[in-house]
């Protein structure tokens, strides 16, 4: 089992910045990827942004060149720097931890979740 935690979150300005946190109960070297996932209000969850062990990344095409995902093992904690936010970043943001179990299956855990939204 692993627990995630993602304080962080809030109100920004369009433009502006905010990092998240995400930190999980046991070691994240032992995951095989940790990412963020949001949902809109009347939209399903979608990927984000994701970080595999060795460090590889993905993004979602509509966060691409504003975001940043980061992870620190000594920590047990992932981030995700956003920047240049729009309205349409507003949304529950979700960390997912993922491993693959003893008998070859995905196994997913996700936290509370963080509402970010983003407003003049």
């Known amino acids: 089992q692993v627990q995630l935690v993602e304080p962080g979150g809030g109100l920004v300005q369009p433009g502006g910045s905010l990092r998240l946190s995400c930190a999980a109960s046991r070691s994240i070297s032992s995951l095989d990827a940790m990412g963020w996932y949001r949902q809109a209000p009347g939209k399903q969850r979608d990927l984000v942004a994701r970080?595999?062990?060795?460090?590889?990344?993905n993004f979602a095409d509509s966060v691409k060149g504003r975001f940043t995902i980061s992870r620190d093992n000594a920590k047990n904690t992932v981030y995700l720097q956003m920047n240049s936010l729009t309205p349409e970043d507003t949304a529950v943001y979700y960390c997912?931890?993922?491993?693959?179990?003893?008998w070859g299956q995905g196994l997913d855990y996700w936290g509370q979740g963080t509402q970010v939204t983003v407003s003049s």
């Open positions: 997912n931890a993922y491993r693959i179990g003893p």
């Open positions: 970080i595999t062990n060795s460090g590889s990344t």
